[in-house]
């Protein structure tokens, strides 16, 4: 069972990137999805979060408006487009997911964890 994220990179503030997360191994089809991210000397903290079925979402406040999360239709793959980045964006990225709850932004309830992908947004 494995998370794989990537699309990660440098950018300059107000650029865009589009994260991915592939699962392979098992069927996340009726898993929900997350992502979180992990800054230097800073804890851990929610992004955004999808439904299996796709048609829920949640946000952070600090990226609703700039970030979207989605999933393809075979619910393989979860995606994360980021726009209008800032440099307090800088973080490493994961993906998660859960069978324990349709949607949630906490990150105890999320079973399977990415490797992480590292974002920096320069200034």
């Known amino acids: 069972v494995q998370l794989q994220a990537y699309g990660g990179g440098l950018v300059q503030a107000g650029g865009s990137l589009r994260l991915s997360c592939a699962a392979s191994?098992?069927?996340?089809?009726?898993?929900?999805m997350g992502w979180f991210r992990q800054a230097p000397g800073k804890e851990r903290e929610f992004v955004a979060a999808?439904?299996?079925?796709?048609?829920?979402?949640l946000y952070a406040d600090s990226v609703k408006g700039r970030f979207t999360i989605s999933r393809d239709s075979a619910k393989i793959t979860v995606y994360l487009q980021m726009n209008s980045l800032k440099p307090e964006d800088t973080a490493v990225y994961y993906c998660?997911?859960?069978?324990?709850?349709?949607?949630?932004?906490?990150?105890?309830?999320?079973?399977?964890w990415g490797q992480g992908t590292l974002v920096t947004v320069s200034s």
């Open positions: 999808i439904s299996w079925s796709g048609g829920s979402t």
């Open positions: 998660a997911a859960s069978n324990k709850v349709v949607l949630t932004t906490a990150p105890g309830l999320y079973n399977y």
């Open positions: 191994g098992r069927t996340f089809s009726r898993y929900g």
